[in-house]
């Protein structure tokens, strides 16, 4: 299944971005459930995530400023960044963790996010 995000760009400090993630040949039980990052030099993190039904959970560092949100008919995912930091720069990829590792999913090409004045 061929995963695909969008809505990144250069941002200002400050400002925001809404990011999508689609997953149009992907079947409902393996829909992306969680939003990454990858920063220069850095290791992919999550940082938002569907816990169980609708329970969302967030990277401290995120918590206020992001929400994660779904559109199960559409496949696809959402992540509205608001209040955007200089340290939220990284190029952002969905997925759906399976646990020890894995992913429902390959890797998709990210989309960049730059925050910069």
């Known amino acids: 299944v061929q995963l695909v995000e969008s809505g990144g760009g250069l941002v200002q400090p400050g400002g925001s971005l809404r990011l999508s993630c689609s997953a149009s040949?992907?079947?409902?039980?393996?829909?992306?459930t969680t939003w990454y990052r990858q920063a220069p030099g850095k290791e992919r993190e999550w940082v938002a995530t569907f816990t169980t039904g609708r329970n969302t959970d967030y990277i401290d560092s995120v918590k206020g400023r992001f929400t994660i949100s779904r559109d199960t008919a559409k496949k696809m995912v959402y992540l509205q960044m608001n209040n955007l930091k200089s340290e939220d720069t990284a190029v952002y990829y969905c997925?759906?963790?399976?646990?020890?590792?894995?992913?429902?999913?390959?890797w998709g090409q990210g989309t960049q996010v730059t925050v910069s004045s």
């Open positions: 040949r992907s079947i409902l039980s393996t829909l992306p």
């Open positions: 997925n759906r963790p399976l646990g020890q590792g894995k992913y429902a999913h390959d």
